[in-house]
């Protein structure tokens, strides 16, 4: 996507010589929770979104098929359902929620979410149309499945890092000790691996008070290590009963197999999923926790890249920002800066040569303008440069490494620069 051009009257100075590109290099600048925004190259490997590899594996045919819980209504209603322990436990006693003694709960009409709530996929519809898919809206029912000193829950977080993680794990700890009473929370360390290989950690209001300051996870994370029948074994072992993962489509995938085997061995044992993308690429959410941090702390890097872009004659500033397969925060973060001249995201195929390619683009705005910022998503462009590079492996949960957009692209463009530098006026 490129924004409209701004015209100024650079075109009429004498032909300025092509200054290098410049590619900010903010991290000594940026506060540590938020250099990998930038160049995550040396932090450990960042997820991808089910979407990503869901939509990858949908296209390789290499996708397991999960048994959907469907249920089919009238007028084409269909509810693609969570799975329950009421589906293999069906005898199980409910209680009152303990959020009926809670100050706000008299003055609140709609407390509780009703059981038939659902959320529909498509919010566009039309009169004559089927209903479509709707998905079981979340929120406390009035009926709970668990006593209060009955609950033993665990937390962990997995894969990749997001602004806000901590943030989660410090309202799952006060939610369910202060609204619910739950006095026995643990946190496992380290992603799924921790189930087995690491340690524990209590975790109470008093110890959760300040984490949300932090970046990072004060549980620690990894990558790989699902190993189901340990997980299972470790949850049976320590009689935990609710499990709490915080994590992106790889982990809710492993939370999904988990869930399989406690229901195979048919554990009154509740596993939940909390989705976790910078990327905000989920359907159906209305935003996911961090994706507002990571398009604020671009757009200071876009803002460094452009001081630094019109500092110099036919200066460039090229900022490389996260976004595997989808461009959301390259997106969102061109459109708040204003100063962004050209967005490439995955969703949108470019080309470098001829009519229509970024070279024409590049060259008619330094000639216009003297300057300009391009931003590019992490994913974009792969296909133009696959062939031509080394292809990067997969980390240790199996997602694909990307080559760098980034370097690529400023070397192609410092290349057709000096040749761009011969024809100027
Ligand atoms: N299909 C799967 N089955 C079981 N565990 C999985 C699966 N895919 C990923 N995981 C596990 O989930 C964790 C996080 O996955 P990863 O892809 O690294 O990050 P994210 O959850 O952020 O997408 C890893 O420990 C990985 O082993
Ligand atoms: O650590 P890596 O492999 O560079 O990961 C980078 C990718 O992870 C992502 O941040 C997706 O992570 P999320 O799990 O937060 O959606 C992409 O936007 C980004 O391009």
């Known amino acids: 996507m490129a924004s409209p051009s701004r015209t100024t009257d650079a075109a009429t100075d004498p032909a300025p010589t092509p200054a290098p590109i410049a590619v900010p290099s903010l991290r000594a600048r940026l506060p540590h929770a938020h250099h990998h925004l930038l160049d995550r190259r040396d932090t450990p490997r960042r997820p991808a979104w089910w979407s990503e590899r869901a939509t990858r594996e949908a296209m390789d045919g290499t996708a397991a098929k999960p048994e959907t819980k469907l249920v089919a209504g009238e007028a084409g209603y269909v509810l693609e359902d969570v799975p329950h322990l009421s589906d293999y436990l069906p005898d199980l006693p409910t209680y009152s929620n303990p959020l009926q003694d809670n100050p706000a709960y008299s003055v609140v009409k709609q407390y509780f979410v009703n059981p038939d709530d659902t959320v529909c996929q498509k919010i566009v519809v039309h009169k ?86 932090r970046g990072g996870t004060i549980l620690g994370s990894s990558r790989g290590g699902h190993d189901t029948m340990k997980i299972v074994d470790s949850i049976q072992d320590r009689v935990i009963n609710q499990v709490y993962v915080i994590g992106g489509d790889g982990s809710q995938r492993g939370a999904r197999v988990i869930f399989e085997e406690v229901r195979r061995r048919g554990l009154k044992v509740a596993v939940a999923g909390i989705p976790k993308t910078i990327d905000n690429d989920i359907p159906v959410i209305d935003k996911s926790f961090g994706f507002d941090s990571a398009v604020e702390e671009a757009q200071r890097a876009i803002n460094a890249a452009h001081v630094e872009a019109e500092s110099a004659e036919n200066g460039i500033g090229l900022v490389k920002l996260m976004g595997r397969y989808s461009g959301f925060i390259a997106h969102y973060a061109t459109l708040a800066s204003r100063d962004v001249d050209c967005c490439l995201i995955p969703e949108s195929p470019f080309y470098l040569e001829g009519e229509g390619g970024l070279y024409r683009y590049i060259e008619k705005r330094l000639k216009d303008n003297g300057h300009m910022v391009i931003v590019v998503a992490e994913g974009a462009g792969q296909k133009l440069f696959a062939e031509t590079m080394k292809a990067m492996g997969q980390d240790a949960s199996g997602n694909a490494l990307l080559l760098d957009v980034g370097l690529w692209l400023s070397q192609k463009i410092n290349v057709r620069l000096l040749e761009f530098s011969l024809y100027l006026p």
């Open 128 to 213: 004559g149309g089927a209903r479509g898919n709707h998905f079981r809206r979340a929120g406390p029912r009035q009926r709970v499945y668990f006593e209060s000193d009955e609950v033993h829950a665990c937390i962990v977080t997995c894969g990749g890092l997001c602004p806000g993680l901590n943030t989660v794990i410090r309202e799952i700890v006060c939610g369910l000790s202060d609204m619910y009473g739950v006095t026995k929370i643990l946190g496992i360390q380290g992603g799924y691996r921790g189930f087995y290989a690491c340690n524990t950690i209590n975790l109470t209001p008093k110890s959760v008070n300040d984490i949300h300051k």
